[in-house]
Protein backbone atom coordinates (compact mmCIF):
# COMPACT_ATOMS: atom_id res chain seq x y z
CA UNK A 1 0.00 0.00 0.00
CA UNK A 2 2.99 2.17 0.86
CA UNK A 3 4.67 1.74 -2.18
CA UNK A 4 1.05 2.35 -4.25
CA UNK A 5 0.59 5.58 -2.23
CA UNK A 6 4.01 6.87 -3.60
CA UNK A 7 3.27 6.19 -7.08
CA UNK A 8 0.40 7.89 -7.19
CA UNK A 9 2.01 10.91 -5.46
CA UNK A 10 4.96 10.59 -8.20
CA UNK A 11 1.85 10.52 -10.60
CA UNK A 12 0.04 13.04 -9.39
CA UNK A 13 3.46 15.85 -9.12
CA UNK A 14 3.67 15.12 -12.77
CA UNK A 15 0.10 16.39 -13.57
CA UNK A 16 0.76 19.55 -11.95
CA UNK A 17 4.06 19.64 -13.87
CA UNK A 18 3.03 18.80 -16.79
CA UNK A 19 0.01 21.22 -16.67
CA UNK A 20 2.31 23.80 -16.35
CA UNK A 21 4.02 23.14 -19.55
CA UNK A 22 0.54 24.09 -21.20
CA UNK A 23 0.07 27.53 -19.42
CA UNK A 24 3.77 28.17 -20.78
CA UNK A 25 2.48 27.83 -24.45
CA UNK A 26 -0.48 30.63 -24.62
CA UNK A 27 0.54 30.90 -28.50
CA UNK A 28 -0.95 27.26 -28.86
CA UNK A 29 -3.98 29.18 -28.24
CA UNK A 30 -4.16 31.88 -30.59
CA UNK A 31 -5.81 32.54 -33.70
CA UNK A 32 -4.28 30.25 -36.15
CA UNK A 33 -6.29 27.36 -35.05
CA UNK A 34 -6.77 26.38 -38.54
CA UNK A 35 -3.62 25.38 -38.64
CA UNK A 36 -4.04 23.26 -35.49
CA UNK A 37 -6.93 21.01 -36.70
CA UNK A 38 -4.75 18.75 -39.05
CA UNK A 39 -2.02 18.41 -36.80
CA UNK A 40 -3.92 17.10 -33.73
CA UNK A 41 -5.64 14.74 -36.51
CA UNK A 42 -2.80 13.36 -36.90
CA UNK A 43 -1.48 13.18 -33.31
CA UNK A 44 -4.50 11.38 -32.21
CA UNK A 45 -4.18 8.32 -34.35
CA UNK A 46 -0.69 7.49 -32.68
CA UNK A 47 -1.52 8.21 -29.34
CA UNK A 48 -4.78 6.17 -29.29
CA UNK A 49 -2.96 3.41 -30.93
CA UNK A 50 0.16 3.56 -28.13
CA UNK A 51 -2.56 3.82 -25.42
CA UNK A 52 -4.87 0.83 -26.85
CA UNK A 53 -1.70 -1.15 -27.45
CA UNK A 54 -0.64 -0.66 -23.72
CA UNK A 55 -4.32 -0.80 -22.20
CA UNK A 56 -4.94 -4.17 -23.82
CA UNK A 57 -1.65 -5.93 -22.80
CA UNK A 58 -2.03 -4.99 -19.33
CA UNK A 59 0.27 -5.37 -16.37
CA UNK A 60 2.77 -2.24 -15.21
CA UNK A 61 1.75 0.04 -18.06
CA UNK A 62 -1.72 0.02 -18.01
CA UNK A 63 -2.44 3.08 -16.28
CA UNK A 64 0.23 4.83 -17.56
CA UNK A 65 -1.05 4.25 -21.27
CA UNK A 66 -4.56 5.00 -20.71
CA UNK A 67 -2.93 8.72 -19.62
CA UNK A 68 -1.29 9.00 -22.33
CA UNK A 69 -4.08 8.29 -24.44
CA UNK A 70 -6.52 10.18 -22.51
CA UNK A 71 -4.04 13.27 -22.31
CA UNK A 72 -3.14 13.64 -26.40
CA UNK A 73 -6.62 12.80 -27.12
CA UNK A 74 -7.75 15.66 -24.40
CA UNK A 75 -5.77 18.11 -26.57
CA UNK A 76 -6.95 16.78 -29.81
CA UNK A 77 -10.45 17.66 -28.23
CA UNK A 78 -8.82 21.43 -27.44
CA UNK A 79 -7.93 21.81 -30.07
CA UNK A 80 -10.74 20.96 -31.87
CA UNK A 81 -12.70 23.54 -29.49
CA UNK A 82 -10.18 26.15 -30.46
CA UNK A 83 -10.49 26.01 -33.94
CA UNK A 84 -14.79 26.02 -33.71
CA UNK A 85 -14.11 29.18 -31.75
CA UNK A 86 -11.83 30.66 -34.41
CA UNK A 87 -14.48 30.08 -36.85
CA UNK A 88 -17.32 31.90 -34.87
CA UNK A 89 -15.06 34.41 -33.95
CA UNK A 90 -16.18 33.31 -30.13
CA UNK A 91 -13.66 31.32 -27.95
CA UNK A 92 -15.03 28.38 -26.46
CA UNK A 93 -13.89 26.90 -23.43
CA UNK A 94 -11.79 24.35 -22.64
CA UNK A 95 -13.59 21.13 -21.36
CA UNK A 96 -11.95 20.11 -17.85
CA UNK A 97 -10.49 17.01 -17.96
CA UNK A 98 -11.25 13.28 -15.70
CA UNK A 99 -9.09 12.69 -13.14
CA UNK A 100 -6.49 9.51 -13.89
CA UNK A 101 -5.81 6.23 -12.17
CA UNK A 102 -3.11 4.74 -11.74
CA UNK A 103 -2.53 0.80 -10.77
CA UNK A 104 0.35 -0.32 -8.83
CA UNK A 105 2.14 -3.45 -9.45
CA UNK A 106 4.58 -3.50 -6.82
CA UNK A 107 4.42 -5.29 -3.67
CA UNK A 108 4.51 -3.73 -0.09
CA UNK A 109 8.19 -3.64 1.44
CA UNK A 110 9.09 -4.02 4.86
CA UNK A 111 12.32 -3.27 6.66
CA UNK A 112 15.69 -4.84 7.33
CA UNK A 113 19.10 -6.24 5.57
CA UNK A 114 23.26 -7.85 4.23
CA UNK A 115 25.82 -7.96 2.42
CA UNK A 116 29.19 -9.12 0.78
CA UNK A 117 32.69 -8.08 -0.26
CA UNK A 118 34.90 -10.73 -1.17
CA UNK A 119 38.71 -10.79 0.09
CA UNK A 120 41.08 -12.93 2.15
CA UNK A 121 38.95 -14.41 4.99
CA UNK A 122 35.48 -13.22 3.38
CA UNK A 123 32.81 -14.49 1.30
CA UNK A 124 31.95 -12.69 -2.13
CA UNK A 125 28.58 -11.75 -3.56
CA UNK A 126 28.83 -14.18 -6.24
CA UNK A 127 29.01 -17.35 -4.50
CA UNK A 128 25.47 -16.25 -2.30
CA UNK A 129 24.18 -15.07 -5.05
CA UNK A 130 21.47 -18.01 -4.69
CA UNK A 131 21.12 -17.80 -1.62
CA UNK A 132 20.34 -14.25 -1.49
CA UNK A 133 17.91 -14.29 -4.86
CA UNK A 134 16.03 -16.79 -2.24
CA UNK A 135 14.77 -13.33 -0.39
CA UNK A 136 12.25 -11.63 -3.14
CA UNK A 137 9.32 -12.47 -0.11
CA UNK A 138 8.57 -9.17 1.64
CA UNK A 139 8.09 -9.55 5.20
CA UNK A 140 6.85 -7.80 8.14
CA UNK A 141 9.71 -8.17 11.09
CA UNK A 142 9.50 -6.80 14.99
CA UNK A 143 10.11 -3.25 16.42
CA UNK A 144 13.70 -4.69 17.04
CA UNK A 145 14.41 -4.51 13.01
CA UNK A 146 16.59 -1.58 13.27
CA UNK A 147 18.59 -3.02 16.31
CA UNK A 148 19.81 -6.95 15.79
CA UNK A 149 21.54 -8.53 13.50
CA UNK A 150 20.49 -12.38 13.28
CA UNK A 151 17.27 -14.18 14.07
CA UNK A 152 16.92 -13.53 17.87
CA UNK A 153 13.45 -11.96 17.62
CA UNK A 154 10.64 -12.71 15.91
CA UNK A 155 10.01 -12.86 12.12
CA UNK A 156 6.52 -12.76 10.27
CA UNK A 157 6.32 -13.76 6.39
CA UNK A 158 2.29 -13.76 5.81
CA UNK A 159 0.81 -15.54 8.73
CA UNK A 160 3.67 -17.81 9.37
CA UNK A 161 5.85 -16.68 12.12
CA UNK A 162 9.72 -18.27 12.90
CA UNK A 163 11.22 -17.43 16.53
CA UNK A 164 14.39 -18.28 18.10
CA UNK A 165 14.36 -17.77 21.89
CA UNK A 166 17.00 -15.60 23.13
CA UNK A 167 20.07 -17.06 24.50
CA UNK A 168 21.94 -14.92 27.66
CA UNK A 169 25.22 -13.54 25.49
CA UNK A 170 22.24 -12.98 22.48
CA UNK A 171 20.13 -11.26 25.09
CA UNK A 172 22.65 -9.47 26.46
CA UNK A 173 24.12 -8.25 22.78
CA UNK A 174 20.37 -6.97 22.21
CA UNK A 175 19.98 -5.34 25.61
CA UNK A 176 23.70 -3.15 25.03
CA UNK A 177 22.73 -2.10 20.83
CA UNK A 178 19.36 -0.83 22.21
CA UNK A 179 21.51 1.19 25.24
CA UNK A 180 24.47 2.35 23.36
CA UNK A 181 22.27 3.73 21.06
CA UNK A 182 20.02 5.21 23.60
CA UNK A 183 23.26 6.82 24.80
CA UNK A 184 24.50 7.94 21.18
CA UNK A 185 24.04 11.31 20.55
CA UNK A 186 23.36 10.60 16.85
CA UNK A 187 20.19 8.35 17.47
CA UNK A 188 18.00 11.26 17.87
CA UNK A 189 18.74 13.38 14.72
CA UNK A 190 18.61 10.32 12.53
CA UNK A 191 15.52 8.96 13.63
CA UNK A 192 14.10 12.40 13.03
CA UNK A 193 15.24 12.81 9.62
CA UNK A 194 14.20 9.16 9.15
CA UNK A 195 10.56 10.33 10.08
CA UNK A 196 10.77 13.49 8.67
CA UNK A 197 11.57 12.22 4.71
CA UNK A 198 8.92 9.36 5.59
CA UNK A 199 5.88 11.91 5.63
CA UNK A 200 3.58 12.53 3.13
CA UNK A 201 4.45 15.65 2.36
CA UNK A 202 7.94 15.54 2.63
CA UNK A 203 7.26 12.68 -0.46
CA UNK A 204 5.57 15.13 -2.24
CA UNK A 205 8.20 17.71 -2.61
CA UNK A 206 10.74 14.87 -3.60
CA UNK A 207 8.28 13.75 -6.26
CA UNK A 208 8.12 17.15 -7.53
CA UNK A 209 11.25 17.98 -7.55
CA UNK A 210 12.37 14.61 -9.36
CA UNK A 211 10.15 15.73 -12.23
CA UNK A 212 10.91 19.29 -12.62
CA UNK A 213 14.39 18.04 -12.93
CA UNK A 214 13.69 15.44 -15.43
CA UNK A 215 11.93 17.79 -17.32
CA UNK A 216 14.09 20.52 -16.94
CA UNK A 217 17.74 19.56 -15.73
CA UNK A 218 18.66 21.98 -12.92
CA UNK A 219 21.03 19.99 -10.79
CA UNK A 220 24.16 19.91 -13.03
CA UNK A 221 26.39 17.90 -11.33
CA UNK A 222 24.93 17.14 -8.00
CA UNK A 223 23.61 14.00 -9.23
CA UNK A 224 27.29 12.66 -9.69
CA UNK A 225 29.11 14.67 -6.92
CA UNK A 226 26.19 12.98 -4.51
CA UNK A 227 27.05 9.40 -6.00
CA UNK A 228 30.66 9.48 -5.60
CA UNK A 229 30.15 10.98 -1.70
CA UNK A 230 28.24 7.73 -0.90
CA UNK A 231 30.48 5.61 -2.79
CA UNK A 232 32.99 6.84 -1.26
CA UNK A 233 32.05 8.21 2.17
CA UNK A 234 32.91 11.17 1.51
CA UNK A 235 30.72 14.27 3.33
CA UNK A 236 27.92 12.55 3.01
CA UNK A 237 24.38 14.60 3.39
CA UNK A 238 21.14 13.25 5.07
CA UNK A 239 18.92 15.24 2.61
CA UNK A 240 16.58 12.42 1.52
CA UNK A 241 15.13 9.21 3.07
CA UNK A 242 17.12 7.16 1.35
CA UNK A 243 20.68 9.11 2.44
CA UNK A 244 18.53 8.83 6.25
CA UNK A 245 17.92 5.14 5.78
CA UNK A 246 21.94 4.18 5.33
CA UNK A 247 23.40 6.35 7.95
CA UNK A 248 21.26 4.76 10.55
CA UNK A 249 21.86 1.41 9.39
CA UNK A 250 25.93 2.44 9.59
CA UNK A 251 25.26 3.49 13.31
CA UNK A 252 23.17 0.41 14.22
CA UNK A 253 25.56 -2.24 12.43
CA UNK A 254 28.66 -0.29 13.78
CA UNK A 255 27.64 -0.34 17.28
CA UNK A 256 26.88 -4.07 16.83
CA UNK A 257 29.72 -4.92 16.15
CA UNK A 258 31.41 -2.95 19.06
CA UNK A 259 29.21 -4.25 21.50
CA UNK A 260 29.28 -8.45 20.24
CA UNK A 261 33.60 -7.55 20.58
CA UNK A 262 33.12 -6.71 24.29
CA UNK A 263 30.89 -9.97 24.75
CA UNK A 264 33.36 -11.85 23.29
CA UNK A 265 36.43 -9.75 25.14
CA UNK A 266 34.60 -10.77 28.57
CA UNK A 267 33.94 -13.78 27.81
CA UNK A 268 37.74 -14.83 27.33
CA UNK A 269 38.70 -13.30 30.44
CA UNK A 270 36.10 -15.27 32.42
CA UNK A 271 37.41 -18.34 30.77
CA UNK A 272 40.59 -17.92 31.19
CA UNK A 273 42.97 -20.29 33.44
CA UNK A 274 45.01 -17.52 34.64
CA UNK A 275 42.25 -16.07 37.16
CA UNK A 276 44.35 -12.75 37.59
CA UNK A 277 44.73 -11.99 34.08
CA UNK A 278 41.61 -12.98 33.27
CA UNK A 279 40.13 -10.82 35.57
CA UNK A 280 42.12 -8.07 34.46
CA UNK A 281 41.15 -8.05 30.74
CA UNK A 282 37.05 -8.52 32.17
CA UNK A 283 37.35 -4.91 34.17
CA UNK A 284 39.37 -3.16 31.29
CA UNK A 285 36.33 -4.66 29.00
CA UNK A 286 33.58 -3.52 31.76
CA UNK A 287 35.29 0.07 31.66
CA UNK A 288 35.05 0.37 27.44
CA UNK A 289 31.61 -1.13 27.99
CA UNK A 290 30.58 1.52 30.64
CA UNK A 291 31.65 4.44 27.97
CA UNK A 292 29.75 2.60 25.69
CA UNK A 293 26.57 1.51 27.13
CA UNK A 294 26.34 3.52 30.80
CA UNK A 295 27.16 2.27 34.12
CA UNK A 296 23.77 0.77 35.25
CA UNK A 297 23.69 -1.48 31.74
CA UNK A 298 27.35 -2.22 32.12
CA UNK A 299 26.78 -4.09 35.55
CA UNK A 300 23.82 -5.72 34.84
CA UNK A 301 25.38 -7.39 31.69
CA UNK A 302 28.48 -8.75 33.18
CA UNK A 303 26.55 -9.73 36.27
CA UNK A 304 24.81 -11.92 33.90
CA UNK A 305 27.48 -12.96 31.89
CA UNK A 306 29.39 -14.03 35.30
CA UNK A 307 26.63 -16.37 36.29
CA UNK A 308 26.23 -17.51 32.56
CA UNK A 309 30.41 -18.60 32.71
CA UNK A 310 29.81 -20.32 35.55
CA UNK A 311 26.99 -22.62 34.81
CA UNK A 312 27.68 -26.34 34.95
CA UNK A 313 26.89 -27.12 31.52
CA UNK A 314 30.09 -24.82 30.11
CA UNK A 315 31.87 -27.37 30.98
CA UNK A 316 29.92 -29.52 27.89
CA UNK A 317 32.11 -27.19 25.50
CA UNK A 318 35.51 -29.07 27.07
CA UNK A 319 34.46 -32.40 24.94
CA UNK A 320 35.94 -30.33 21.63
CA UNK A 321 39.27 -29.68 23.16
CA UNK A 322 40.75 -33.15 21.94
CA UNK A 323 39.30 -32.49 18.75
CA UNK A 324 41.25 -31.58 15.42
CA UNK A 325 41.61 -27.48 14.63
CA UNK A 326 39.95 -26.58 11.73
CA UNK A 327 42.14 -26.55 8.59
CA UNK A 328 41.67 -23.55 6.01
CA UNK A 329 39.33 -25.26 3.69
CA UNK A 330 37.64 -26.42 6.67
CA UNK A 331 37.12 -23.06 8.51
CA UNK A 332 35.96 -21.32 4.71
CA UNK A 333 33.15 -23.89 4.08
CA UNK A 334 32.27 -23.54 7.72
CA UNK A 335 32.06 -19.83 7.47
CA UNK A 336 30.01 -20.26 4.14
CA UNK A 337 27.30 -22.32 5.70
CA UNK A 338 26.94 -19.64 8.43
CA UNK A 339 27.08 -16.23 5.99
CA UNK A 340 24.61 -18.38 3.85
CA UNK A 341 22.22 -19.02 6.02
CA UNK A 342 22.38 -16.03 8.10
CA UNK A 343 21.83 -13.88 4.74
CA UNK A 344 18.85 -16.29 3.87
CA UNK A 345 17.14 -14.78 7.77
CA UNK A 346 18.46 -11.39 8.26
CA UNK A 347 15.61 -8.63 7.98
CA UNK A 348 17.52 -6.15 6.60
CA UNK A 349 19.12 -8.25 3.87
CA UNK A 350 15.21 -9.46 2.78
CA UNK A 351 13.77 -5.89 2.81
CA UNK A 352 16.72 -4.92 0.62
CA UNK A 353 16.37 -6.96 -1.51
CA UNK A 354 12.92 -6.16 -1.92
CA UNK A 355 13.59 -3.00 -2.58
CA UNK A 356 16.00 -3.26 -5.50
CA UNK A 357 13.93 -6.13 -7.04
CA UNK A 358 11.16 -3.48 -7.68
CA UNK A 359 13.91 -1.96 -10.30
CA UNK A 360 15.87 -5.33 -11.92
CA UNK A 361 12.78 -8.01 -11.58
CA UNK A 362 11.14 -6.59 -14.42
CA UNK A 363 9.07 -8.67 -17.23
CA UNK A 364 10.15 -8.55 -20.76
CA UNK A 365 6.96 -6.94 -22.00
CA UNK A 366 7.57 -4.17 -19.51
CA UNK A 367 10.81 -3.37 -21.25
CA UNK A 368 10.09 -3.41 -24.47
CA UNK A 369 6.59 -1.05 -23.84
CA UNK A 370 8.17 1.23 -21.85
CA UNK A 371 11.28 2.09 -24.79
CA UNK A 372 8.64 2.07 -27.32
CA UNK A 373 6.34 4.59 -25.18
CA UNK A 374 9.26 6.60 -23.70
CA UNK A 375 10.68 6.57 -27.60
CA UNK A 376 7.79 7.93 -29.26
CA UNK A 377 6.84 10.21 -26.87
CA UNK A 378 9.86 11.84 -26.45
CA UNK A 379 9.65 12.25 -30.39
CA UNK A 380 6.44 13.84 -29.85
CA UNK A 381 7.69 16.14 -27.40
CA UNK A 382 10.09 17.68 -30.24
CA UNK A 383 6.84 19.42 -31.89
CA UNK A 384 6.28 22.90 -32.45
CA UNK A 385 3.99 24.67 -30.03
CA UNK A 386 0.65 22.24 -28.88
CA UNK A 387 1.87 19.11 -30.17
CA UNK A 388 5.78 19.37 -28.29
CA UNK A 389 3.69 20.74 -24.98
CA UNK A 390 1.06 17.61 -25.27
CA UNK A 391 4.05 14.90 -25.94
CA UNK A 392 5.81 16.63 -23.10
CA UNK A 393 2.93 15.94 -20.75
CA UNK A 394 2.15 12.97 -22.04
CA UNK A 395 5.84 11.59 -21.46
CA UNK A 396 6.28 13.14 -17.68
CA UNK A 397 3.00 11.80 -16.99
CA UNK A 398 4.20 8.48 -18.13
CA UNK A 399 7.25 8.26 -16.17
CA UNK A 400 6.11 9.67 -12.86
CA UNK A 401 3.40 6.42 -13.11
CA UNK A 402 6.33 3.85 -13.77
CA UNK A 403 8.11 5.21 -10.21
CA UNK A 404 9.60 8.60 -11.63
CA UNK A 405 12.65 9.38 -13.70
CA UNK A 406 15.40 6.79 -14.25
CA UNK A 407 18.45 9.20 -12.74
CA UNK A 408 16.21 8.90 -9.50
CA UNK A 409 15.57 5.04 -9.62
CA UNK A 410 19.80 4.44 -9.90
CA UNK A 411 20.13 6.97 -6.90
CA UNK A 412 18.08 4.94 -4.87
CA UNK A 413 19.79 1.72 -6.08
CA UNK A 414 22.89 3.01 -4.80
CA UNK A 415 21.64 3.63 -1.27
CA UNK A 416 20.38 0.18 -1.31
CA UNK A 417 23.40 -1.32 -2.43
CA UNK A 418 25.93 0.77 0.48
CA UNK A 419 22.85 -0.50 2.89
CA UNK A 420 24.00 -4.27 1.70
CA UNK A 421 27.06 -3.55 1.62
CA UNK A 422 27.66 -2.35 5.50
CA UNK A 423 25.28 -5.07 6.63
CA UNK A 424 27.47 -7.54 5.04
CA UNK A 425 30.53 -5.91 6.89
CA UNK A 426 28.72 -7.06 10.27
CA UNK A 427 28.10 -10.65 9.43
CA UNK A 428 31.71 -11.37 8.12
CA UNK A 429 33.06 -9.11 10.98
CA UNK A 430 31.25 -10.93 13.68
CA UNK A 431 31.20 -14.01 11.88
CA UNK A 432 34.94 -14.12 12.05
CA UNK A 433 34.83 -12.81 15.37
CA UNK A 434 33.10 -16.08 16.81
CA UNK A 435 34.91 -18.69 14.49
CA UNK A 436 38.72 -17.50 15.17
CA UNK A 437 37.92 -17.26 18.88
CA UNK A 438 36.55 -20.41 18.47
CA UNK A 439 39.89 -21.60 17.59
CA UNK A 440 41.37 -19.94 20.27
CA UNK A 441 39.56 -21.05 22.89
CA UNK A 442 39.85 -24.73 21.95
CA UNK A 443 43.62 -23.97 21.71
CA UNK A 444 43.99 -22.45 25.10
CA UNK A 445 40.93 -24.65 26.53
CA UNK A 446 38.88 -21.66 27.36
CA UNK A 447 35.54 -22.95 27.27
CA UNK A 448 33.57 -20.11 27.66
CA UNK A 449 35.06 -18.38 25.26
CA UNK A 450 33.97 -21.14 22.87
CA UNK A 451 30.13 -20.99 24.34
CA UNK A 452 30.10 -17.59 23.68
CA UNK A 453 31.51 -18.25 19.89
CA UNK A 454 28.76 -20.76 19.62
CA UNK A 455 26.09 -18.19 20.92
CA UNK A 456 26.56 -15.28 18.37
CA UNK A 457 27.15 -18.06 15.33
CA UNK A 458 23.80 -19.79 16.91
CA UNK A 459 22.14 -15.87 16.67
CA UNK A 460 22.94 -15.06 13.21
CA UNK A 461 22.33 -18.26 11.87
CA UNK A 462 20.04 -20.11 14.08
CA UNK A 463 20.27 -23.81 16.16
CA UNK A 464 19.91 -25.62 12.92
CA UNK A 465 23.69 -24.72 11.85
CA UNK A 466 24.94 -25.90 15.84
CA UNK A 467 25.55 -29.42 14.20
CA UNK A 468 27.64 -29.07 10.73
CA UNK A 469 29.45 -26.21 12.45
CA UNK A 470 30.31 -27.25 16.17
CA UNK A 471 28.93 -31.00 15.93
CA UNK A 472 26.96 -30.54 18.55
CA UNK A 473 23.11 -30.56 18.45
CA UNK A 474 20.72 -27.75 19.75
CA UNK A 475 19.61 -30.13 22.54
CA UNK A 476 23.13 -30.49 24.01
CA UNK A 477 24.23 -26.99 23.23
CA UNK A 478 24.44 -24.90 26.09
CA UNK A 479 23.19 -21.70 23.91
CA UNK A 480 19.82 -23.44 22.82
CA UNK A 481 18.87 -22.78 26.67
CA UNK A 482 16.01 -20.09 27.06
CA UNK A 483 16.89 -17.17 28.72
CA UNK A 484 14.85 -17.37 31.52
CA UNK A 485 16.86 -20.26 32.98
CA UNK A 486 17.72 -19.89 36.63
CA UNK A 487 21.33 -18.75 35.87
CA UNK A 488 20.30 -15.93 33.71
CA UNK A 489 19.46 -12.54 34.79
Not at 16 to 25: E, G, R, Y
Not at 224 to 249: D, F, M
Not at 297 to 321: C, D, G, R, V, Y
Not at 443 to 452: C, E, G, K, S, Y
Request: charge should be positive; aromatic fraction near 4%; charged fraction near 20%.
Amino acid sequence: MQRSTERRIVAASSLLLSFSFLISCPSSFASDGGALAPVFGILKGPAKLVGGVLEGAGGVVEGPAKVVGGVLDVGGGVAEAVLGGNKSGKTNKVPKTAKSKFQDDDADGVETASMMKSGAGQVSTAQLAPAIAAQDAPAQVSPRKHRSVGRDFPILQGEVSTYQPHTVVSQSINTLVDAALAKDGRTVPLNKAVDKYSKLHSKIIASVGNQINFAVPNRGFEPSIEAGNVVTNEATKVKSLAAAELARQKQVDETHVKVVASIMQMAMGMGMADRVKGQQKVNDEYIRLRELVGEEQANSTMNSMLQWSTHPQIKEQESAFNKDVWDVNEQRDKKLTIMTTALNSDPVVADVLSRIHKYNHKSKFARVSSRVVQTTLATIALGPDFVGAGGKIALSVFVGATGGPEQDKIMKELYLGERLDSRSNVLNSEIQLAMENYQIGKLTRNAVLMAAAEAVVQQMAGPEVVPDIFGRTPETSLNALPINNSFAK
